[in-house]
């Protein structure tokens, strides 16, 4: 048959590589063929969970920072300080994590979705206009996020002006000033240009970006055993690529946004500055327990669990 897998991102960058691999082994192992249609070929990423969750599609790789609106609990990605920024320690969180792989494929089932695995793309840098330097220097500032709620509450927390917008109004927004900062992984700021439109980036640490690849699940549910457990080998096996692939990346591709614009001012943000941002952290996740109930904090303590599980390797 002829799958079709929707995703957020160009050919070249990591979603596209993901499913450039996934579809390699499905293709390499079956019959099957996978037809893939990275970003605006299909619109937003809304609607292709729409189209996903039609059957239109039968595969879909979406964030959190947009599934947060239909899944509660997916928020909990965006509780700042949560995730590590260490790569290693990522890659068996997300692989081993019960809160990953039992607890959130639960209710991913309840909208229609088979969840088949959770990425890391990278630890997100703010750009923006004006330096960033602590908390304070982000006042005033109509800061772009995804559209999520715990994310306009984590930008709120740190004293910025959130504007939740799709990815295919960032770059012209921040052109004509509608906004002056967004966040995303070093890769993406290049891949896409957005270091023309801004002038500093920040590293504080902050979070690490997550994304989502899962399939219909009335479709999923309607295949045999072969190809449901093919389906899951490619799922695993384009994971540990993914993962290998990334290894450096964000250091080569902020190397080539500096080659490219040798006046853009990177800084790290050392302890001091972070504080503040710490400190906010602590009421976003309030503010996530109260969105999200009983729920949310068992995803939440399983999710602390996992991650001390998967510092000690
Ligand atoms: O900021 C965004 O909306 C986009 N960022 C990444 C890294 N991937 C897809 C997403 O749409």
Redesign the pocket.
């Known amino acids: 048959a002829t799958w079709k897998y929707a995703f957020?991102?160009a050919m070249d960058?990591?979603?596209g590589k993901y499913a450039q691999k996934f579809k390699e082994v499905i293709e390499a192992n079956s019959d099957h063929e996978i037809q893939l249609f990275p970003?605006g070929t299909l619109g937003e990423?809304a609607d292709i969970m729409e189209q996903a969750q039609a059957g239109i599609l039968q595969f879909v790789d979406q964030?959190p920072?947009?599934t947060g609106s239909l899944i509660p609990e997916a928020q909990v990605f965006f509780v700042p300080y949560l995730l590590p920024t260490d790569q290693d320690q990522l890659a068996r969180f997300y692989k081993d994590s019960k809160a990953v792989n039992e607890m959130f494929p639960e209710l991913y089932a309840q909208q229609g979705l088979e969840l088949l695995t959770m990425f890391p793309?990278g630890e997100v840098a703010m750009t923006t206009k004006e330096p960033v330097e602590s908390c304070a220097d982000l006042e005033g500032v109509k800061f772009r996020v995804?559209t999520n709620p715990l994310l306009v509450e984590s930008y709120k927390a740190f004293g910025a002006t959130p504007t939740p917008l799709?990815?295919g109004e960032?770059y012209g927004s921040l052109q004509t000033n509608i906004i002056q900062g967004?966040?995303?992984?070093t890769f993406?700021l290049y891949s896409t240009k957005l270091y023309e439109v801004t002038d500093y980036i920040t590293y504080a640490g902050h979070n690490n970006?997550t994304?989502a690849v899962m399939a219909n699940k009335d479709f999923f549910d309607g295949l045999g055993e072969d190809d449901q457990k093919l389906i899951e080998k490619a799922s695993t096996e384009a994971y540990d690529y993914i993962v290998d692939y990334q290894k450096g990346l964000a250091d080569s591709e902020l190397k080539k946004i500096t080659d490219a614009k040798p006046e853009m001012k990177v800084t790290v943000l050392d302890e001091e500055q972070r504080k503040c941002f710490k400190e906010a952290a602590k009421d976003v996740e309030k503010t996530f327990i109260e969105m999200t109930g009983d729920s949310g904090q068992k995803i939440l303590d399983q999710m602390k669990a996992d991650l001390k599980a998967a510092e000690e390797g």
Request: overall charge negative; charged content about 25%.
């Open positions: 957020e991102e960058e990591v979603q970003f990423s964030s920072g947009f793309e995804m799709p990815w960032v967004q966040e995303n992984p993406f970006f994304t």
